[in-house]
């Protein structure tokens, strides 16, 4: 496709349940950003991949939350042992250039519901 | 800590109305400074963007200024349409490369 795909769009997970969320980027993209966007507010920053490597990964909440991009394509988010302040929409970005401040291209994003 | 403050909304107005959405920042240095929407079911999209003090960024109408000594970046349209109802996202690009986006801005506007 043309754009940045995520799926699912939809994800409602009991507390406890482990998720995977995935991240299709533009083709070709070097840079993959993800980002989390609670209720209300705008989006934060949560971790940084410059092809396989993941060069930042200061903004994860905690240890239980991890991304991979193996093949510095397709990346996954995975959220371990969900918590009710895990809901939130769960954003993918990304960029031509190895640098940060090349423009981002964004997903639709994956809600995240944990009852 | 580097943040954005934006005006809260829902921002109501009649179509072919002026709009003004207030975006004022904290930061060291000279950060680059955005506009990013959100069209209801779509993901964020640039809509403008401004790297250096009194660079003004455009497009699709809208224009916002970057004023260094006043820290604003306020985004306005001179006649709004009811396509541009969507949540605005003030946002700055800071010195290690992290963009700080404020909480946004709904904005409704009536046919």
């Known amino acids: 496709g043309a754009g940045v795909s995520q799926s699912p769009r939809y994800k409602v997970a009991k507390r406890g349940q482990d998720v995977a969320l995935r991240c299709d980027p533009i083709s070709g993209h070097v840079s993959l950003f993800w980002y989390q966007q609670a209720l209300g507010q705008g989006p934060e920053f949560l971790t940084y991949?410059?092809?396989?490597?993941?060069?930042?990964k200061s903004g994860l909440p905690s240890d239980r939350f991890f991304a991979e991009r193996p093949e510095g394509s397709v990346s996954t988010l995975k959220i371990q042992r969900t918590q009710q302040e895990d809901s939130a929409v769960y954003l993918c970005?990304?960029?031509?250039?190895?640098?940060?401040?090349?423009?981002?291209?964004f997903g639709p994003g994956t809600r995240l519901t944990v009852l | 800590g580097d943040s954005v403050t934006q005006m809260e909304g829902p921002v109501t107005l009649s179509e072919e109305a002026f709009l003004t959405i207030n975006c004022t920042y904290t930061?060291?240095?000279?950060?680059?400074l955005f506009w990013y929407v959100q069209y209801p079911g779509e993901g964020l999209q640039l809509l403008l963007k401004a790297t250096k003090a009194d660079d003004k960024g455009s497009n699709k109408g809208f224009e916002a200024t970057y004023r260094k000594e006043t820290t604003s970046f306020h985004l306005e349209k001179g006649s709004v349409q009811v396509s541009d109802s969507a949540v605005y996202f003030c946002?700055?690009?800071?010195?290690?490369?992290?963009?700080?986006f404020g909480k946004g801005t709904r904005l409704h506007i009536l046919p």
């Open positions: 991949f410059q092809n396989e490597a993941q060069l930042d």
């Open positions: 970005a990304s960029s031509a250039g190895g640098r940060k401040k090349d423009t981002q291209y």
């Open positions: 946002a700055l690009l800071r010195g290690d490369d992290k963009i700080i």
């Open positions: 930061a060291t240095g000279y950060p680059s």
